[in-house]
Nanobody, 124 residues
Framework: QVQLVESGGGLVQAGGSLRLSCAAS????????MGWFRQAPGKEREFVAA????????YSADSVKGRFTISRDNAKNTVYLQMNSLNPEDTAVYYC?????????????????WGQGTQVTVSS
């Protein structure tokens, strides 16, 4: 079992950057594929980015490709989401999630563990 705590959210102007962090408890962090999802008011949760257990493989949604980068530090039990060139459409609660599945996981139902979320608000 793993517990996840996100941090790093906040209010930023359009064009700005934020880095989200997700700290995981436990000693088996490297055995989980990790992902970031987001949910805007009135919208369904959507996939943002995912990373494999080793960190070698990553995948990002088209809407954030070239602007967001997912990475992980297994020694620190932490996964990151670097967000650049933010725009108001990126405003949402961002969640990190952990999956026992091998590889890069883009489907939310394959994630068994979720953080509480961190709010990101981008002003125009």
């Amino acid at each position: 079992q793993v517990q996840l705590v996100e941090s790093g959210g906040g209010l930023v102007q359009a064009g700005g950057s934020l880095r989200l962090s997700c700290a995981a408890s436990g000693r088996t962090f490297s055995s989980y594929a990790m992902g970031w999802f987001r949910q805007a008011p009135g919208k369904e949760r959507e996939f943002v980015a995912a990373i494999s257990r080793s960190g070698v493989s990553t995948y990002s949604a088209d809407s954030v490709k070239g602007r967001f980068t997912i990475s992980r530090d297994n020694a620190k039990n932490t996964v990151y989401l670097q967000m650049n060139s933010l725009n108001p459409e990126d405003t949402a609660v961002y969640y990190c999630a952990a999956s026992n599945t091998i590889g890069v996981v883009t489907t939310d139902r394959r994630y068994g563990y979720w953080g509480q979320g961190t709010q990101v608000t981008v002003s125009s």
